[in-house]
């Protein structure tokens, strides 16, 4: 299915039915594929509620399926791409994880996923347009379970372009805010920041995070930042992080939650692969309420409370 779906991502298909239903032959001819072979691909994204018939030869988008136009506000077409063309091919080596405890790059004798992918700038540029796509997806759960009017300066850890503060920015028009990243990342964020008209109020600031955090703001929120990493490397991004903040501070992940005894349910199911997924990945974990504060508790905080936002959590700790 995943390769159904990021064939259709990679021919267009979304951006040629844009406008209403298109022949086979026509899409044929603009995607230059084999019109045979290219019906077959409609029919099965038909069959995952991507496309539907429009008369006997003719196809239309659903809107799911209008996602993967690149330029649909709630696009996923990069994190296709992605799925497609990196996380999927590292399954292959998932029994090797599982019987060694090792990340697909610790395998290959290299200690950071990251430092590996930083090699192709190439796979950087696919994997920052899929994590641009998924905090762009949790941003609306995110604002909606969580107040943030209390927060005078509040500072994005691993903020990458700014796609959550410049909207956390938005809707709090008194709040200041920093977007805290490595360097690479400056000229995305800026540039996001002004277009969205909160460049006088949000600012980006390079360093990293496993150095130190500088001590600017009141609050600092990370999203799907340490689940990245294994407790060791998670405890210095903490413990940088309570050095950062006032006695009074607040901290927020936003994070998955595993449940202590998943079930067969879909959001269950979607954490647990998740987690192997990092396993496989950058050794991180996706953790459980209990591991959280346990976490949180190593590094100099409290877990307060947690927020459901969607298929993700709120955490909120304060300095112990």
């Not at 399926?65 to 399954?91: P, R, T, Y």
């Not at 407790?231 to 009074?248: G, H, V």
Request: charged share 25%.
């Amino acid at each position: 299915m995943t390769q159904v779906i990021y064939v259709a991502a990679k021919l267009g298909l979304a951006e040629l039915l844009r406008d209403g239903p298109q022949t086979l032959g026509k899409l044929a001819q603009a995607t230059r594929a084999d019109e045979r072979a290219l019906g077959r691909l409609l029919t099965a994204l038909s069959t995952i509620g991507i496309c539907s018939r429009a008369g006997e030869d003719s196809y239309a988008l659903t809107e799911v399926g209008a996602c993967l136009d690149g330029a649909a506000e709630q696009s996923f077409k990069g994190w296709a791409i992605l799925e497609a063309e990196m996380v999927s091919k590292s399954w292959s080596g998932m029994l090797e994880s599982v019987v060694t405890g090792k990340t697909g790059a610790q395998l290959q004798g290299v200690d950071d996923s990251f430092e590996l992918m930083g090699r192709t700038p190439e796979i950087v540029d696919k994997f920052n347009v899929a994590m641009v796509e998924l905090t762009r997806l949790v941003t609306p759960n995110v604002l909606q379970s969580y107040d943030f009017s209390g927060i005078s300066h509040l500072m994005d850890v691993g903020g990458g372009s700014g796609g959550l503060l410049g909207a956390i920015a938005q809707q709090n028009r008194e709040l200041r805010g920093t977007v805290f990243d490595l360097p690479r990342c400056a000229e995305a964020a800026g540039k996001h920041l002004r277009q969205i008209d909160v460049g006088d109020r949000v600012e980006f600031v390079a360093g990293d995070f496993f150095k130190a955090v500088p001590a600017i703001a009141d609050a600092i929120i990370l999203k799907s930042i340490i689940h990245d990493w294994d407790d060791t490397r998670s405890i210095t991004i903490l413990r940088n992080c309570r050095k950062a903040l006032p006695d009074e501070g607040k901290l927020l992940l936003v994070e998955r939650l595993m449940p202590e005894k998943p079930t067969m349910a879909d959001e269950d199911r979607e954490h647990a692969l998740s987690d192997l997924s990092m396993l496989r990945g950058p050794g991180g974990l996706e953790r459980t309420e209990g591991q959280y504060r346990e976490l949180l508790d190593q590094s100099g905080f409290d877990l307060v409370t947690s927020y459901s936002a969607g298929r993700f959590n709120v955490i909120e700790a304060r300095p112990g």
